[in-house]
């Protein structure tokens, strides 16, 4: 053989080497198979990715600084109806405690904010229940003499009337009006009705006691129409006669209507005892 055939068997000789040994590190440098995963650990894998991917916890918040009783006390004495009078006063009837709602308020309006929930009324302020009920007074008798809804659309107007009615008696009875007019309508309310049912053909009747609310609504009702009786087409103006009628209640008179019309009421059901 020459010199340039064996350089070539050579050459072929060390390529085969090469490959072989090439195959060889491949078998050699596999990766090791990895070891089973126990099942707990692929549940958890299967759970977290149902879950989708982890939510990062936000920081809990700061705790806020409660107000010390005393400190709302002080705050609730800054607040004043109509900017001028104190509503912190104290309830003597004990069923009327809970449905007289006196917080403090600049003006007393909810903006039919619980009209929508039954005996939620309780939580309106009693001044604006009063501006209400002149706002619609409601038909007296059978005649409906004074319709009802002249007012409808003035609410602000009623407040200006209960405001300047509030300065005639602050300046009557030197006091807060506002006290005077919770002791009116302590006094005024009815603590005792009549109600009538059916006994075959028989109507009978029978005293029942009045519920706190509706204690508290007729009494409104019946200042409300007073001021209507006293000022509808007569000289004296309706600032007259709410105030008329309020100090008159707040005296226990005989004279004012809704004391009439209380007395009236218990005498009837004293009689139907």
């Not at 099942?39 to 879950?51: D, F, N, P």
């Not at 991917?53 to 806020?64: G, H, L, M, N, R």
Request: proline share 5%.
């Amino acid at each position: 053989m020459t010199d340039e055939k064996k350089e070539e068997t050579g050459k072929k000789e060390e390529k085969k080497e090469d490959k072989d040994k090439v195959r060889k590190g491949t078998k050699a440098e596999k990766m090791p198979k990895p070891k089973a995963e126990p099942k707990e650990a692929k549940k958890e894998i299967k759970e977290s990715q149902r879950r989708g991917p982890a939510v990062e916890e936000k920081p809990a918040p700061k705790p806020t600084k409660s107000i010390k009783p005393a400190q709302k006390e002080k705050l609730k004495s800054h607040i004043k109806v109509f900017n001028r009078w104190s509503s912190d006063v104290p309830v003597k009837d004990p069923g009327l405690q809970a449905y007289l709602n006196l917080n403090a308020r600049i003006v007393p309006r909810s903006g039919g904010r619980y009209q929508k929930k039954k005996f939620y009324k309780s939580k309106i302020h009693i001044v604006e229940r009063l501006a209400l009920k002149l706002m619609v007074a409601g038909h007296s008798g059978k005649r409906h003499k004074i319709s009802s809804g002249r007012n409808t659309p003035g609410f602000m107007k009623c407040l200006d009337i209960i405001e300047r009615a509030f300065e005639v008696l602050e300046k009557k009875t030197k006091t807060n009006p506002v006290e005077v007019f919770v002791r009116a309508l302590e006094n005024a309310a009815v603590r005792e009705e009549v109600t009538s049912y059916q006994v075959g053909a028989i109507i009978a009747r029978k005293a029942v006691i009045t519920a706190p609310q509706r204690r508290i609504d007729k009494a409104l009702r019946y200042f409300a129409q007073a001021t209507y009786h006293k000022s509808y087409g007569k000289k004296t103006t309706a600032v007259q006669a709410l105030s008329d009628e309020l100090l008159k209640a707040y005296n226990n008179s005989n004279e004012s209507l809704a004391i009439r019309e209380k007395e009236r009421l218990e005498r009837e059901a004293a009689g139907a005892r």
